[in-house]
């Protein structure tokens, strides 16, 4: 299993990113997808998640508003749109496969839930 994000840049605060991420190499129609990002010296934080098979998401409070997760399944791919974007917005975004079922919806905001993890996308908000 392979996730490869990318989109990630250098943006001034209010502006917009698509960040990008396609799964291969196995089959995720059960899966939950996330989003997470870490700053420097900071802890790996939760940011969005979605169910591939339903589209049903979730954001953490940090983001709402401002940023959507979504899916397009003949493509692989899931995407975060990120709007409005703070410098505490800044950190390296990771894409991860959750593919292990878990009726606790919470633990899908941590990161011991995913299986697979892609390598992280920059994105650095200047104010």
């Known amino acids: 299993v392979q996730l490869q994000a990318s989109g990630g840049g250098l943006v001034q605060a209010g502006g917009s990113l698509r960040l990008s991420c396609v799964a291969s190499?196995?089959?995720?129609?059960?899966?939950?997808m996330g989003w997470f990002r870490q700053a420097p010296g900071k802890g790996r934080e939760f940011v969005a998640h979605i169910r591939w098979a339903v589209g049903q998401m979730s954001c953490a409070d940090s983001v709402k508003g401002r940023f959507t997760i979504s899916r397009v399944n003949a493509r692989n791919t899931v995407y975060l749109q990120m709007n409005n974007l703070e410098p505490e917005d800044t950190a390296v975004y990771f894409c991860a496969a959750a593919t292990r079922y878990s009726s606790d919806e919470m633990s899908y905001t941590r990161t011991a839930q995913y299986d697979y993890w892609g390598q992280g996308t920059q994105v650095t908000v200047s104010s």
């Open positions: 190499g196995g089959t995720f129609s059960n899966s939950v």
